[in-house]
T-cell receptor, first 108, second 116 residues
């Protein structure tokens, strides 16, 4: 079967660092994506990993370990606007399977 | 257009009625996806188009759901005899191509369907 697991909710303080984990078991793998979705809005692309290791993009970084079926999204210097859902998605040959998302609340 | 466009943005209908949801992808994007998102849930895959053909319809919940794509562009998702459990946000996404590997998905704002 195909399964993607993420924590349901996380809370962090403005200015802090937060790590959102994602574990997956899928029948095919062509890459792992992270999307951000603010309430009532469409998901927007954050990052893509296909090889093991860390990809850094400004305040956001994403890590992948294919052998462990594990990824994380690291958000640094948290801002209030980072309050959103973060969706982990695995791409097979063409199909993108999404996790249920992690709702992040950033507190002042 | 500049982005993925979906219409209507909101649809309220009575149980048993048919609805049509439209998606206009980014020009030149050959891959088109429909997802469904219920309140507080993740994205549930419905159907994928490559050009006008739909190699994977496995996510359609029942035979009341159908979708087509014409001219390699606009897609319509039709739900017949709507039920209350069909209430959700229907998201459309497009991608440049999947033939050379996965690409970033660009999402529309979604169509929020409420079945009374």
């Amino acid at each position: 079967g195909q399964n993607i697991d993420q924590p349901t909710e996380m809370t962090a303080t403005e200015g802090a660092i937060v790590q959102i984990n994602c574990t997956y078991q899928t029948s095919g793998f062509n890459g792992l994506f992270w999307y951000q979705q603010h309430a009532g809005e469409a998901p927007t692309f954050l990052s893509y990993n296909v090889l093991d290791g860390l990809e850094e993009k400004g305040r956001f970084s994403s890590f992948l370990s294919r052998s462990k079926g594990y990824s994380y999204l690291l958000l640094k210097e948290l801002q209030m606007k980072d309050s959103a859902s973060y969706l982990c998605a695995v791409s097979g040959t063409y199909k993108y399977i999404f996790g249920t998302g992690t709702r992040l609340k950033v507190l002042a | 257009g500049a982005g993925v466009s979906q219409s209507p943005s909101n649809k309220v209908t009575e149980k048993g009625k048919d609805v049509e949801l439209r998606c206009d992808p980014i020009s030149g994007h050959t891959a088109l996806y429909w997802y469904r998102q219920s309140l507080g849930q993740g994205l549930e895959f419905l159907i994928y188009f490559q050009g006008n053909s739909a190699p994977d319809k496995s996510g359609l919940p029942s035979d009341r759901f159908s979708a087509e794509r014409t001219g390699g562009s606009v897609s319509t998702l039709t739900i017949q005899r709507t039920q209350q459990e069909d209430s959700a946000v229907y998201l459309c996404a497009s991608s440049a191509t999947v033939l050379a590997g996965p690409g970033e998905l660009f999402f529309g704002e979604g169509s929020r369907l409420t079945v009374l």
